[in-house]
């Protein structure tokens, strides 16, 4: 039983001195990560700093990976992926093969499908998506397919969905192959193209191209200087269920169907007071008289009056 006692005290001496070392082990581990806190896994990854920055918190993963600050004072750029790049002055994020984040705080997120990896290269810009591209200062690119990923290269530009492209400054284009490639244009549907600046292209295959001559028209003093397009050329669109709007002098609202034809009514009624007027006047000559169009017009009329033989003027 003694011996047992003894063995058993033992156990917990060697458990105890097992416990001391491995804290002073963690200890020590701790102060590394404080001197250096930067972590490189696989060949050829690096996350360097400037001497006698204050912060150095890079992270680099994967073969070939770079997570290298350039700031003076330090950053904590993360690479993640084979020939990740998130070198740069700020805490940029690049994950992916190839992917690359070159612009201060921006971030790469996707894969190399085809002959260049996603990049995000403008100051804050956000490009997610196979291949995709953001090279605008805060742009953002989103979506990516087997032919190409979204590009979006104007400042504040925005390019959802494969193939689009905004290649002006606050430009927008949403759905595949949309195109917005002047000042503030919107291209919203797949394919739509917004060409002019200010243009919206709104609807799949629609395009601004067809309307630009719009822009040279006066309404009430005041010149468009953009144009909407819920169409092209041979694949026009109706526009339904548009509420009655305003129609007086100064009013620039689009009109609907029963305004029109309000109109129409209107006018109707107009001419059935005139044809109404010339009848009585032509009662009121006599000897058949009556009111015919000119040259088959119906807004201008002459009065006709059939002569008795023998009624010659004098």
């Known amino acids: 039983m003694k011996t047992n006692s003894s063995a058993r005290g033992g156990g917990r001496t060697s458990l105890r001195v097992m416990a001391v070392f491995l804290a002073l082990a963690g200890l020590a581990f701790a102060q590394a990560s404080h001197a250096q806190q930067t972590i490189t896994i696989d060949n050829g990854a690096t996350a360097i700093t400037p001497a006698g920055a204050s912060i150095n918190l890079g992270v680099a993963i994967g073969v070939n990976s770079h997570a290298n600050s350039t700031s003076a004072s330090g950053s904590s750029p993360v690479a993640i992926g084979p020939y990740a790049n998130a070198s740069g002055a700020g805490s940029q994020v690049a994950i992916g093969d190839q992917a690359r984040a070159s612009g201060s705080n921006s971030v790469a997120i996707g894969g190399n499908v085809f002959q260049n990896g996603t990049s995000a290269t403008g100051d804050y810009a956000v490009s997610i998506g196979a291949s995709s591209h953001a090279s605008g200062y805060g742009a953002f690119a989103f979506g990516g397919d087997s032919k190409s990923g979204a590009a979006a290269s104007g400042k504040y530009a925005m390019a959802f969905g494969a193939q689009t492209v905004t290649s002006a400054d606050n430009a927008s284009a949403f759905g595949q192959g949309a195109v917005a490639s002047a000042q503030s244009a919107v291209a919203f549907g797949a394919h739509a193209q917004a060409l002019n600046a200010g243009d919206v292209a709104l609807g799949s295959g629609s395009a601004t191209a067809a309307a630009v001559g719009t822009s040279s028209a006066t309404i009430n003093g005041v010149a468009s200087t953009s144009t909407m397009s819920v169409g092209d050329v041979g694949a026009e669109r109706t526009i339904t269920n548009v509420a009655a709007s305003r129609v007086d002098a100064t009013s620039t609202d689009a009109v609907n169907g029963s305004q029109l ?25 006599g000897g058949g008289a009556d009111v015919r169009s000119v040259d088959g017009r119906d807004d201008i009329a002459e009065l006709h009056r059939v002569r008795p033989a023998g009624d010659e003027c004098r």
């Open 261 to 285: 034809n309000a109109t129409n009514l209107a006018l109707a009624a107009e001419d059935v007071k005139v044809n109404t007027l010339g009848g009585n006047v032509a009662s009121a000559f």
